[in-house]
């Protein structure tokens, strides 16, 4: 059983280009999560799918961020005209049905640089 | 609103027996996960207390005290391999989905 699959591992971009981060959940999880982190510090939430909705975007700026759980294949946090402050880790994890807010399964992140 | 606290950094030998704080302020919650993370890669999931106690995985434990608002991770029989980042969480609840975590402990473990 593969565990949950980000890519790409590092995505370098130019100021005002857009990052497309990817994530796919482990078989049967139901439930999506995006975190970012930066260096030295813990992860902070970002936004909480589930198939084809959006549950809790509490964390996510409000301006050139979204994320999509499509009813087929991954879910995307795309960032818009990007800028210096985003470089950071994103990670995605993902939890089964019921385990919402308990255990959550993370991949091994992506790293935006941008220049 | 809900925040957790963990010292910054903890040192070792190995073989010993190390204690990871984190005390929180929280109105609700399901429960308190502990994640280790080695050099910024996947956070992985180590321990979780729904109940107030101990929780005994192998080597690591996890404690929890809710009316004290305080938990801890206990690592035991310390290996160069656990020189890890460790972080408290919180979810559930008035978290919903999603897991509230703390800055992190660095662990260092020394031969």
């Known amino acids: 059983n593969a565990g949950v699959m980000q890519n790409p591992r590092h995505l370098v971009r130019r100021r005002g280009q857009e990052a497309r981060l990817r994530c796919s959940p482990m078989k049967g999880h139901s439930h999506v999560y995006w975190y970012r982190q930066l260096p030295e510090e813990g992860l902070k939430f970002m936004v909480y799918?589930?198939?084809?909705?959006?549950?809790?975007e509490s964390g996510m700026p409000k301006e050139r961020f979204s994320a999509e759980f499509p009813k087929e294949g991954p879910s995307i946090l795309r960032i818009q005209q990007v800028v210096r402050g985003d470089s950071a880790a994103y990670f995605c994890?993902?939890?089964?049905?019921?385990?919402?807010?308990?255990?959550?399964?993370f991949g091994a992140g992506t790293r935006l640089s941008v220049l | 609103g809900q925040s957790l606290e963990q010292p910054s950094e903890v040192t070792a030998v190995e073989g010993a027996i190390v204690q990871i704080n984190c005390t929180y302020q929280?109105?609700?919650?399901?429960?308190l996960s502990w994640y280790q993370q080695h050099d910024g890669g996947a956070p992985t999931f180590l321990s979780y207390?729904?109940?107030?106690g101990l929780e005994e995985t192998g080597r690591f434990s996890s404690f929890l005290s809710r009316s004290d608002s305080y938990g801890y991770l206990l690592l035991q029989e310390l290996q160069m391999k656990d020189s890890a980042s460790y972080f408290c969480a919180l979810g559930g609840r008035n978290q919903g989905g999603k897991l509230i975590f703390g800055q992190g402990t660095e662990l260092s473990v020394k031969p």
């Open positions: 207390n729904a109940l107030d």
């Open positions: 994890a993902s939890s089964p049905p019921g385990q919402a807010g308990r255990i959550q399964y």
């Open positions: 929280t109105s609700g919650f399901y429960g």
């Open positions: 799918l589930q198939k084809e909705n959006i549950i809790d």
